[in-house]
């Protein structure tokens, strides 16, 4: 068995009732390490093409990695795969917590889960075993109270707990998974599909820690990284939280603001992570043996929307959907619909700018308070806010058609509500602006799994940490944040690939990276080796990152997803209204030229998108192009 690992594959069929262990070679783990490219293999061949993604047949993969659990900080990530019920395109979504570490100590890699079983059960693993167990009593019910009976059931305070909320029972199509109450694996609706299958949650605990191959490089490592905190750009990210943007957002013209009208919003300093700290701030958290401390635990008391600190606080992409995207600047209004999101299993992104798309649509008189329920849902006003977040988690009225997302709502709704959706691939954008970060109106055009900003570096790194550029191969003159040219495309190709890595290796992007993180990808190398003992540098990082992006878009390409697929939503094609982005837009046009240099470069079939054979083969994925019928 390699070092840091357990050599162990869970499999679980729940319409059999069958729980069985996969011992994989060494060359296996290698090959596709863990996290998202582990996961797309046991997707790419358990998932027949065309399959219903709320079906048995979707496979729905948790995969861990060499360094989860191990004592350095950003490791305890975990990836959930399968195909979405959103986009119908590849699902892929990361979470933190405690429960990605405990997974492992529990003695897996990885758990594939096939099939439905006739009634709600949950998965218990502990120390190497696995039993299924009946769940019925615990339907319909919300995380935190869940979380509680499973405790007390299997015996143990320390068991950490994966599960769906009721949203992902009625299968919401952006239902996240939830563990701690309050850490989502939030893209793609991945809790629709968990949900789809009666499994209510995976519960976890266990004591075996894989053996690693030079513990002592990998404490000095984590030493250094407690010890440069402090001078580091994630410092304040510790402080404030990932809100902590939310001004600079603002005044940079990029915070997406009334579904995306304006990149500036006048409350943008009553939703920064400061007012948070000043105001409803309880403390900080963390992921297992995470020295950064992100993590937000906000509490109110009183008033009309009472906060629990166990469904934690919200984040920059949270406070800017509920907040800026519906013109609203009552912060613990967006704390309360961050809550409810996390007791009934919701992507935030996706509910709030859902949401925004509505109000957009009510201001344009495309929908009335008969369409809503008798709700007057207008740009700033919390209360129908809030009220559409509990009408979408239970499906209830109105709710139903926006518990399918913007893009298919609009679909039924017509009368010109598809020009105001802001998504792609049928995924609402998160609050990264492409006309002010112009790389990432390729990216979120090319995503696989829809818009993304999580899949490469935004552009001003390119400026601003040129030494840990030159570490991936980026040595050229920096291009400005509105310009996309071919070495814009270069640019995020090759930032791509090392995101896509992070999610491979599983950690998290706020610890390692490219640029402006605690520890350089050099130093991710430097892990992997001491966790390993692969003789890893950053070239083959970025390789893994390459494997696992063309895996993704391989999925698609089975799919018949392919270019025509890879396109921005009209309204951003509209000129922003104030603030320093007032009048900027992006074109069709340069959208389709970058990735004509983007395919090109990734060594893709121009004209569709899609991998060719000559590249899967120089990836050893020659079984995905026998798959895919490549010539
Ligand atoms: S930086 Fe934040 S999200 Fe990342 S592992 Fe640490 S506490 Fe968790």
Redesign the pocket.
């Known amino acids: 068995m390699p070092y840091g690992y357990h050599g162990k594959i869970l499999h679980v069929d729940l319409s059999a009732g069958e729980l069985r262990v996969e011992e994989p070679e060494e060359a296996f783990y290698r090959r596709y390490v863990g996290g998202s490219a582990l996961g797309l293999y046991y997707l790419l061949r358990g998932t027949p093409a065309g399959a219903d993604p709320l079906g048995p047949e979707n496979t729905l993969v948790l995969a861990l990695s060499p360094l989860t659990g191990a004592p350095i ?2 490791q ?2 975990m990836t959930a795969v399968a195909k979405s019920p959103l986009t119908g395109a590849v699902g892929d979504s990361q979470c ?2 405690f429960f990605p570490a405990e997974l492992k100590f529990a003695g897996f890699d990885a758990v594939v889960i096939r099939g439905r079983a006739d009634a709600p059960l949950y998965l218990w693993i502990h120390d190497g075993r696995a039993e299924l167990r009946q769940a019925q009593h615990l339907w319909g019910k919300v995380t935190g109270e869940v979380e509680g009976v499973i405790r007390s059931e299997v015996g143990d305070e320390k068991a950490q707990v994966l599960q769906v909320g009721p949203a992902g029972e009625r299968l919401v199509r952006f239902a996240a998974l939830i563990n701690m109450s309050n850490r989502a694996n939030g893209r793609t609706g991945m809790g629709a599909v968990m949900g789809s299958k009666n499994l209510k949650a995976v519960v976890v605990r266990g004591k075996d820690r894989p053996v690693l191959a030079d513990r002592r490089a990998l404490i000095e490592l984590a030493r250094w990284g407690a010890e440069n905190f402090k001078d580091s750009d ?1 410092y304040g ?2 402080l404030y939280g990932t809100a902590e943007i939310v001004t600079s957002q603002d005044k940079a013209g990029g915070l997406p603001t009334r579904n995306w009208s304006s990149g500036t919003f006048e409350g943008a300093a009553a939703l920064d992570g400061t007012t948070m700290a000043r105001t409803i701030l309880k403390e900080r ?3 297992y043996a ?6 937000r635990v906000v509490q109110v008391a009183d008033g009309p929307h009472p906060v629990d600190p166990r469904y934690g606080g919200p984040e920059y992409e949270t406070v800017a959907t509920f907040g800026s995207y519906c013109g609203i600047d009552d912060l613990q209004a967006v704390a309360y619909a961050n809550q409810l999101c996390n007791m009934y299993g919701m992507d935030t992104i996706s509910c709030g700018a859902t949401i925004a798309w509505a109000m957009d649509c009510f201001e344009q008189g495309i929908l009335t308070r008969q369409d809503t329920d008798g709700v007057e849902l207008r740009f700033g006003q919390a209360e129908a806010m809030i009220a559409m977040v509990e009408k979408i988690a239970h499906r209830e009225g109105f709710g139903d058609l926006l518990a399918e997302g913007s893009a298919r709502a609009a679909e039924r709704i017509g009368r010109g509500a598809q020009d105001l959706v802001v998504a792609v691939k049928g995924q609402e954008l998160p609050a990264h602006m492409p006309q002010v970060k112009r790389s990432l109106a390729l990216i979120y055009a090319a995503n696989p799994f829809g818009a993304d900003h999580q899949s490469s570096e935004h552009d001003s790194s390119w400026r601003y940490y040129p030494e840990r550029m030159a570490e991936i191969g980026i040595r050229d003159e920096p291009v400005s944040g509105k310009v996309l040219n071919e070495a814009k495309a270069r640019y995020a190709l090759t930032t791509q690939y090392a995101y896509s890595c992070m999610d491979t290796v599983n950690v ?1 992007q ?2 390692f990276g490219p640029a402006w993180h605690l520890y350089s990808m050099g130093q991710l190398a430097q892990a992997v080796r001491a966790i390993t003992g692969w003789q890893v540098e950053v070239e083959d990082l970025l390789r893994l990152g390459e494997r696992r992006l063309n895996l993704l878009r391989a999925f698609n390409a089975r799919e018949g997803i392919d270019r025509e697929a890879d396109t921005l939503p009209k309204k951003l094609q509209q000129a922003l209204v104030g603030g320093k982005s007032d009048g900027l837009y992006v074109t069709s046009e340069e959208v389709e030229r970058a990735k004509d240099w983007y395919y090109a470069l990734a060594g893709w079939d121009v004209a569709s998108g899609t991998p060719t054979r000559s590249k899967l083969e120089a990836l050893e994925l020659s079984w995905v192009a026998d798959a895919l019928g490549l010539a």
């Open positions: 900080s950003g305890s990530r933190g917590g994630v990210l510790g958290d963390t992921c995470c020295t950064v401390r992100c993590k998290c706020f610890v």
